[in-house]
């Protein structure tokens, strides 16, 4: 099932939160920079929720799940036909979508507490569906 061209991408924090009103709970400027390295030329695959809060992302093409947007069937197509590389980039909802399909999942640990509305539950099934991870740490500033 599993996609060598499909993998994922998210910053987690201490409390296990990805998200709050829409967007990110944190700044780091450390992990904005990673995202910007690993996504840069590639295909992003957004959820419509985080895209409303999304800055523009030069240099990447970004590709919308939602009702007014693409259905993950054609989104699924689309990476079948190419040979480019695209990356799950959130929310909570798009990561659970994906996931048996995702070949490598990278995960940003972040040094923040703040306290969010959406978490992040996929580790057990990260390790159940076999996904490689590349972790790293950032902290927040
Ligand atoms: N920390 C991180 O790395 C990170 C990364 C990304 C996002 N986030 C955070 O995650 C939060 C948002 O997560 P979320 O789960 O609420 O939203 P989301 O995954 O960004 O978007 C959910 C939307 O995707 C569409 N969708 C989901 N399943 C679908 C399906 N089977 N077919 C068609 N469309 C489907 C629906 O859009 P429609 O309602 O338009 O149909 C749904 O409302 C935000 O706080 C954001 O900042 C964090």
């Known amino acids: ?33 990673f995202f910007k390295r690993i996504t ?16 523009p992302l030069p240099g990447r093409n970004v590709y919308v799940l939602g009702k007014e947007y693409l259905d993950f069937d054609s989104i699924i197509r689309m990476i079948n036909n190419s040979e480019e590389e695209f990356f799950v980039i959130g929310g909570k909802k798009t990561y659970e979508l994906f996931l048996p399909f995702i070949n490598i999942f990278y995960i940003s640990r972040i040094n923040d507490y703040t306290v969010g509305d959406t978490t992040f539950n996929l580790e057990e099934k990260i390790e159940t569906l076999g996904i490689n991870t590349v972790e790293n740490n950032f902290f927040i500033n």
């Open 1 to 33: 099932m599993k996609k060598k061209n499909l993998s994922a991408i998210v910053a987690v924090n201490k409390l296990n939160y990805i998200g709050l009103h829409g967007t990110l709970p944190w700044y780091s400027k450390e992990d904005l920079k």
């Open 40 to 55: 840069l030329g590639k295909n992003l695959i957004v959820g419509s929720v985080t895209y409303k809060k999304l800055p």
